[in-house]
């Protein structure tokens, strides 16, 4: 059994970075990968070297291998892209078992799990940004926080303020200011005082009243984001981000599809393909 590390403190923020696909591996800051070592803050350095690598992951135990298989040989024919650009297990796999979604009649939802502190997420935000700019009315799409620690969940908690206060545009101002100006917006002591006056000074830098940053931050919507992208993770069982999933049905990322232009005209051609059932 291959154990993926799980992050849990600021310590390791950008670290973990399992390359599942790259099969490259990151070396993580002392207080990281040592239960004994002295909780010191990672420096600049180590965080610009921790991002460096190529796809984020944590998680489970995972046996390599026998999920895939099993949810390949559980796709029928019938649920696969006609053969030709794509294909099943290679480009895309199927989720198993497939889940409920928030799409009306006539709707397809793609949903996008992020992270704020992912490179590879920070990344692959504009070729989505102009992607959502253009898609098909069909299409609903959402995003949501991937949610595996304390640093996850405080960022995930500043992504929904944003969302509710409207302002999905400070997304990638967002990703800007944690791998552009290494500032991570998060404690690196683990002060959830210290994360939240990190968070509302950002908001505020970026024409967000201190009043209506704090009613959402702290109010019954974001918490119930919180808890539903919780449950998102656990349905999906989310190893890796940025992770897309069509419909409740299939699951690509950008390594898979083989680059960011490639993933954007694979989530068209499922979502045509889930469209026209």
């Known amino acids: 059994m291959k154990k993926l590390l799980l992050v849990v403190t600021i310590s390791a923020l950008l670290v973990a970075c399992g390359a599942r696909d790259s099969g490259t591996s990151t070396t993580l800051p002392a207080s990281a990968t040592s239960p004994s070592a ?6 600049d350095a180590e965080l610009k070297k921790a991002a460096a690598a190529t796809q984020e992951s944590a998680g489970t135990d995972v046996e390599p291998g026998d999920s895939s298989l099993e949810r390949i040989a559980a796709m029928p024919e019938s649920q696969q892209l006609p053969g030709g650009r794509w294909k099943a297990g290679t480009n895309y796999k199927p989720v198993v078992p497939a889940q409920s979604t928030s799409a009306e009649p006539g709707q397809v939802e793609m949903v996008e799990v992020l992270w ?3 490179p590879h997420c920070a990344d692959l935000e504009p070729f989505i940004e102009s992607w959502s700019k253009k898609k098909p009315p069909y299409i609903k799409f959402v995003q949501e926080h991937v949610m595996w620690g304390p640093a996850h969940r405080a960022h995930g908690k500043l992504f929904y303020t944003l969302q509710a ?28 005082g210290e994360t939240a006056n990190l968070q509302l000074a950002f908001a505020k830098a970026n024409g967000i009243k201190e ?16 808890q539903r992208a919780e449950d998102l993770m656990r349905r999906y069982r989310i190893e890796s981000v940025p992770m897309v999933i069509i419909n ?15 993933l954007i005209r ?12």
């Not at 599809?257 to 490639?262: F, L, N, P, T, Y």
């Open 38 to 43: 002295p909780a010191a803050a990672p420096t």
């Open 165 to 192: 206060l409207g302002r999905n545009d400070l997304v990638a101002k967002a990703f800007d200011e944690i791998h552009k100006r290494n500032n991570v917006l998060v404690s690196r002591t683990g002060n959830d």
């Open 248 to 262: 409740g049905k299939y699951e690509t990322d950008v390594a898979m599809a083989g680059g960011h232009d490639q």
């Open 116 to 118: 704020l502190g992912c």
């Open 211 to 226: 009043a209506d940053f704090k009613r959402e931050y702290s109010g019954f919507g974001v918490n119930t984001r919180l």
């Open 266 to 277: 694979l989530i068209n051609d499922l979502a045509a393909s889930e469209k026209s059932r």
